[in-house]
């Protein structure tokens, strides 16, 4: 007779409330239950995998011992919420996590009354964790406040001066650093190695324990003896390491204790909550947890693993909590690995070696070229050395690399100061990072003049990170620098010139691409030579195409399009938006109609700068109508890049349909053609909440 399987505890896990009854047996085959849903939801659907299998017990243990939504979790970063939106009642959700209308992969205020805030930008929640808490300190509120600090995030400046105001305040907040070690890369920072050093150190925590043990035990003097030898530990640790970081703040410290240990966490976490001011509990927890592969991933390859059309099997898991890796995922679905990661076979240093398939690929091959040939040149990069393309840079010229860990702004102005000492910084961060360190671009760079290359990855619609990821600011922000040089390759090569060209500039620049995946050769090749802009089509003098950055394809297939319906469009490949080119815009006046096309922002954006530039060269009298299309001023939800853009008219036909709408309508005014927006997502519809 065989034995029935084993009901599954998940399954019956609806709310929170649900976890209060479970034994610790029980608790112990629910996190080897949470293991297994992970790894086989994220392997069919992409998604951050090692962050979320580390936070398992800690997560189970945050929700068994406060009252969520009434206690406030905040999650920093918010990519390491996956168990938590699993035990607020998403499970069902998750065959859809990070798809077009489905799961958001970070907390989502409109998910759930669980979330409060989305945050996948790092070091942030601690700051949020301030102005709750002084809210509902103000209105004579009892609810906590807990944020979960983890991932690298307490390497970022902003965390800082949110501990320095917590410390001053006294405000009620309950952080929980978890030390998993980890950002993107290693852990930038020597605070988490100060802080662990010596408390970690078997032989001074229990002979901490063996003398505090002891001295209890005197009659009548032992609560004495208890604080005096405090105070004697307390001035140790100031002898042997650093002192106190956080409770020179005024933070309570402590830990640190195993995060993997449900019981030890939530004991740790109840004592906490009777603290009446800031406290840190101290967790240390292992990245990939319970599965091989990610277990043993140095480089975070599957930090966020990527998916191709072909599914993943399900993983098996015992039920101890431990996934098997006999299912394991090919590095073409994992994270956004460029050539040359160290753990590879391929460690290519050499540029020859290097393959090119995206623009990041190519951005990697020219700027080893580049540094070759000047030893000025250095790298630098905040937590995200293999995203961007970093590593095999670092492998060649470790001295020229700069790693300082989630702080865009610090990374901008140490690019400045490097600049003024002679050297050629290019830093190279996402897109959407981008905007976290405009003043630093604008009055550190900008206002001195400095030869910084800033190279913005990930540009444009970025899918399935959602409205916090979509790198779409970066040409208003970027053209609203006096000075600011802003180049849009259409393709591999044109990355590979246009660094050349930045490199050689006097002032700043700014070189922006996609994650998509790039053309060796731009359409209509080829390349474009120095600061100007390239023809890639003549038409009949009907309407003019001016695209920026990888629209060209789009522009491409939209003159295609329309050349079937009779109309033959001219084609530019803009180049260098921030000068745009006399000889295009004397062609574009030419024209009865100019139609700009960007995958950034329609206000401020690329379009609205060359429309401005062609006004200026022309005569009133002989000013062509201007059609400006790009993204609308909405925050747009996670999708397929190209379905976005589809949905936003932004791809051939769309452009195509838009432009001959307008030949056919009269003639007038110039044009701002709203893009027809995709519904909108859970992302968009932000609510206020009640303190109460």
């Keep these: 007779m065989t034995t029935p399987p084993m009901p599954m505890i998940l399954e019956r896990i609806a709310s929170p409330h649900d976890l209060s009854d479970l034994t610790s047996a029980e608790l112990d085959i629910l996190a080897g239950e949470i293991r297994e849903f992970i790894v086989a939801s994220v392997t069919a659907t992409g998604g951050h995998l090692g962050s979320n299998l580390g936070v398992v017990e800690l997560t189970l243990a945050l929700h068994r011992t406060f009252d969520s939504p009434r206690d406030v979790f905040l999650w920093d970063t918010g990519h390491q919420a996956y168990v938590h939106k699993l035990l607020t009642g998403r499970r069902q959700a998750f065959s859809r996590l990070r798809q077009a209308g489905g799961l958001s992969g970070y907390p989502n205020r409109a998910e759930s009354e669980h979330d409060w805030i989305e945050n996948s930008h790092a070091s942030t929640a601690l700051s949020y964790a301030h102005g709750l808490a002084s809210a509902f300190e103000l209105q004579g509120?009892?609810?906590?406040?807990?944020?979960?600090?983890?991932?690298?995030?307490?390497?970022?400046?902003?965390?800082?001066?949110?501990?320095?105001?917590?410390?001053?305040?006294?405000?009620?907040?309950?952080?929980?650093?978890n030390d998993?070690?980890?950002?993107?890369?290693?852990?930038?920072?020597?605070?988490?190695?100060?802080?662990?050093?010596?408390?970690?150190?078997?032989?001074?925590?229990?002979?901490?324990?063996?003398?505090?043990?002891?001295?209890?035990?005197?009659?009548?003097?032992?609560?004495?003896?208890?604080?005096?030898?405090?105070?004697?530990?307390?001035?140790?640790?100031?002898?042997?390491t650093p002192h106190t970081f956080?409770?020179?703040?005024?933070?309570?410290?402590?830990g640190p204790i195993d995060g993997h240990d449900i019981a030890?966490?939530?004991?740790?976490?109840?004592?906490?909550?009777?603290?009446?001011?800031?406290?840190?509990?101290?967790?240390?927890?292992?990245?990939?947890?319970?599965y091989a592969p990610a277990e043993e991933d140095d480089i975070q390859r599957l930090h966020d693993v990527k998916v191709s059309a072909i599914p993943v099997g399900r993983p098996p898991a015992d039920r101890t909590g431990r996934v098997s890796d006999a299912t394991t995922v090919e590095p073409e679905h994992i994270d956004e690995v460029t050539a040359g990661d160290p753990g590879d076979s391929l460690c290519p240093t050499r540029t020859s070696d290097l393959p090119v398939?995206?623009?990041?690929?190519?951005?990697?091959?020219?700027?080893?070229?580049e540094a070759e040939l000047d030893p000025?040149?250095?790298a630098i990069t905040a937590a995200m050395p293999g995203p961007t393309g970093l590593l095999p840079f670092e492998a060649?010229?470790?001295?020229?690399?700069?790693?300082?860990?989630?702080?865009?702004?610090?990374?901008?102005?140490?690019?400045?100061g490097m600049a003024m000492g002679g050297l050629r910084p290019v830093v190279a961060v996402y897109s959407t990072f981008f905007s976290r360190a405009f003043d630093q671009a604008n009055l550190d760079i900008g206002l001195h003049h400095l030869p910084v290359v800033l190279v913005l990855d990930r540009a444009g619609i970025t899918g399935d990170n959602g409205p916090s990821h979509h790198g779409v600011l970066d040409m208003a922000l970027g053209l609203s620098i006096p000075g600011m040089w802003v180049f849009a390759p259409s393709s591999a090569a044109e990355v590979e010139t246009m660094l050349t060209d930045a490199l050689a500039l006097d002032g700043p620049s700014m070189i922006r691409f996609p994650s998509t995946p790039a053309p060796l050769r731009p359409p209509g090749s080829p390349v474009g030579v120095g600061l100007r802009a390239r023809r890639t089509r003549n038409g009949d003098g009907s309407v003019c195409i001016l695209a920026v950055g990888k629209m060209l394809a789009v522009a491409e297939e939209a003159s295609e399009l329309l050349e079937t319906d009779g109309v033959a469009a001219t084609v530019w490949d803009v180049r260098v938006v921030s000068l745009p080119d006399p000889a295009m815009l004397d062609d574009a006046a030419r024209h009865r109609l100019v139609v700009?096309?960007?995958?950034?922002?329609?206000?401020?954006?690329?379009?609205?700068?060359?429309?401005?530039?062609?006004?200026?060269?022309?005569?009133?009298?002989?000013?062509?109508?201007?059609?400006?299309?790009?993204?609308?001023?909405?925050?747009?939800?996670?999708?397929?890049?190209?379905?976005?853009?589809?949905?936003?008219?932004?791809?051939?036909?769309?452009?195509?349909?838009?432009?001959?709408?307008?030949?056919?309508?009269?003639?007038?005014?110039?044009?701002?053609?709203?893009?027809?927006?995709?519904?909108?997502?859970p992302a968009n519809s932000f609510r206020q909440r009640t303190l109460e």
């Design 596 to 681: 700009t096309v960007e995958d950034g922002v329609r206000h401020g954006g690329a379009g609205s700068y060359v429309a401005d530039a062609l006004r200026a060269s022309c005569e009133p009298a002989r000013a062509p109508r201007v059609l400006r299309l790009g993204l609308p001023r909405e925050y747009l939800a996670q999708g397929k890049i190209d379905r976005i853009l589809s949905n936003l008219g932004l791809d051939g036909p769309g452009v195509a349909a838009t432009v001959g709408r307008a030949l056919a309508s009269p003639a007038g005014e110039d044009m701002a053609e709203e893009p027809t927006t995709i519904s909108p997502g």
């Design 376 to 378: 000025r040149i250095v």
């Design 180 to 240: 998993n070690g980890r950002s993107y890369a290693p852990t930038v920072s020597r605070l988490s190695v100060s802080l662990t050093h010596l408390r970690l150190n078997p032989s001074y925590v229990q002979a901490r324990q063996r003398i505090r043990h002891l001295l209890r035990e005197l009659p009548g003097v032992g609560g004495v003896a208890t604080q005096g030898v405090h105070g004697l530990t307390s001035a140790l640790r100031e002898v042997v």
């Design 396 to 416: 060649r010229f470790p001295d020229r690399f700069v790693d300082v860990g989630i702080a865009e702004q610090h990374a901008l102005t140490a690019a400045a």
């Design 357 to 369: 398939t995206t623009y990041t690929d190519a951005f990697t091959r020219s700027l080893l070229r």
């Design 141 to 177: 509120s009892e609810r906590r406040v807990v944020a979960v600090v983890g991932d690298g995030a307490l390497t970022g400046g902003m965390a800082y001066e949110a501990l320095n105001n917590l410390g001053h305040s006294g405000r009620r907040v309950l952080i929980v650093l």
């Design 246 to 254: 956080f409770e020179a703040l005024g933070i309570r410290y402590a």
């Design 264 to 290: 030890g966490v939530e004991q740790a976490l109840a004592h906490a909550t009777e603290w009446p001011g800031p406290i840190v509990v101290h967790v240390v927890t292992q990245m990939g947890r319970g």
